[in-house]
Nanobody, 124 residues
Framework: QVQLVESGGGSVQSGGSLRLSCVYT?????MGWFRQAPGKEREGVAA???????RSTDSVKGRFTISRDNAKNTLFLQMNSLKPEDTAMYYC?????????????????????WGQGTQVTVSS
């Protein structure tokens, strides 16, 4: 079982930036960032495989960048040009699967290890 701990959330104004980090105990092939706003389903934000290939949802393309440091077992999400609709609890997740980026990387059920989340609040 992989343990994951997120950090870096906070409150910012619209147009601001935040960088989320997730430290994990063991490397896994695919790592992802998800978010969940109150009353909404958890959605995939971005994912990255062990070779740093990435996928992201359309609403964050050009604003968010996912990256990882395999030597330091750390996952990042650089979030720029934040909007109020980005407000959510952000979770990192891990899956020991090599097929996700070609298919269901955005599906929470594809991941078997989760952090406890870090809150991001964007005010207008």
């Amino acid at each position: 079982q992989v343990q994951l701990v997120e950090s870096g959330g906070g409150s910012v104004q619209s147009g601001g930036s935040l960088r989320l980090s997730c430290v994990y105990t063991r490397n896994r092939f695919t790592m992802g960032w998800f978010r969940q706003a109150p009353g909404k389903e958890r959605e995939g934000v971005a994912a990255i495989d062990i070779w740093s290939a990435t996928r992201s949802t359309d609403s964050v393309k050009g604003r968010f960048t996912i990256s990882r440091d395999n030597a330091k077992n750390t996952l990042f999400l650089q979030m720029n040009s934040l909007k109020p609709e980005d407000t959510a609890m952000y979770y990192c997740a891990a899956a020991d699967r090599s097929d996700l980026l070609s298919g269901t990387w955005y599906n929470p059920r594809a991941y078997n290890s989760w952090g406890q989340g870090t809150q991001v609040t964007v005010s207008s």
